[in-house]
């Protein structure tokens, strides 16, 4: 049981350049979601999906594309790399408690650091 | 919108000192709250959390009661180690999880 899994662990790019960042979970969780860590900013959401099939835009999508493969995989995908989009990228899954009113807790992946020169 | 606010740092600590970090929230409804650690180099990892009011989250010697009147989350251990330090992350969730901007928290010898 791996938990929480992406490639690449580090990532140099050009400004311009594209790439997709892998996510893959393997607790049989509905949701998953792509958040972005920077200094003194605490981590935020970039995309995520509810459900297998859905994505939607979170607080910070611009730039940013998301693909929904199947249930065990969401990646993430920069089309033109800007240099405001180095950081780090964290993904994560959740079982989500439809109709509940619980929120269970996020399990996180390793994170890929990216950097866009 | 949802907002999570706790304390600046960062806290340097000598080992078995005690410790809080303040966590406080804006939120409607009845969100869950959490605290996770993040270790340097590595992802998030949930440290505990609490599902409604009062609550009490515990885990490795580190607790948080959920308090809706002041709506607050305040973790606490009572003696920390060296290996306690890393960045502490309170959050909550109602359903997505919402950040605050982490705590640095150092142990030294």
């Known amino acids: 049981n791996a938990g929480v899994t992406q490639t690449p662990k580090f990532q140099v790019l050009k400004t311009g350049q594209s790439m997709t960042l892998q996510c893959a979970q393997d607790m049989n969780h509905n949701s998953m979601y792509w958040y972005r860590q920077d200094p003194g900013m605490g981590l935020r959401l970039i995309y995520y999906?509810?459900?297998?099939?859905?994505?939607d835009k979170g607080e910070v999508p611009n730039g940013y594309n998301v693909s929904r493969l199947n249930k065990r995989e969401f990646s993430l995908r920069l089309e033109s790399a800007a240099p405001s989009q180095t950081s780090v990228y964290f993904c994560a899954s959740s079982e989500t408690a439809a109709g509940s009113g619980v929120y269970n807790e996020q399990f996180f992946g390793p994170g890929t650091r990216l950097t866009v020169l | 919108g949802d907002s999570v606010t706790q304390m600046e740092g960062p806290v340097t600590l000598s080992e078995e000192a005690f410790l809080t970090i303040n966590c406080t929230y804006t939120a409607t409804g009845y969100p869950s709250l959490f605290w996770y650690v993040q270790y340097p180099g590595e992802g998030l990892q949930l440290l505990l959390k609490?599902?409604?009011?009062?609550d009490k989250g515990s885990n490795k010697g580190f607790e948080a009661t959920y308090r809706k009147e002041t709506t607050s989350f305040h973790l606490e251990k009572g003696s920390v180690q060296v290996s306690d330090s890393a960045v502490y992350f309170c959050?909550?969730?109602?359903?997505?999880?919402?950040f605050g901007k982490g705590t640095k928290l150092s142990v030294i010898p």
């Open positions: 609490a599902t409604k009011a009062d």
């Open positions: 959050a909550l969730s109602a359903p997505q999880l919402t």
């Open positions: 999906s509810a459900s297998e099939g859905t994505t």
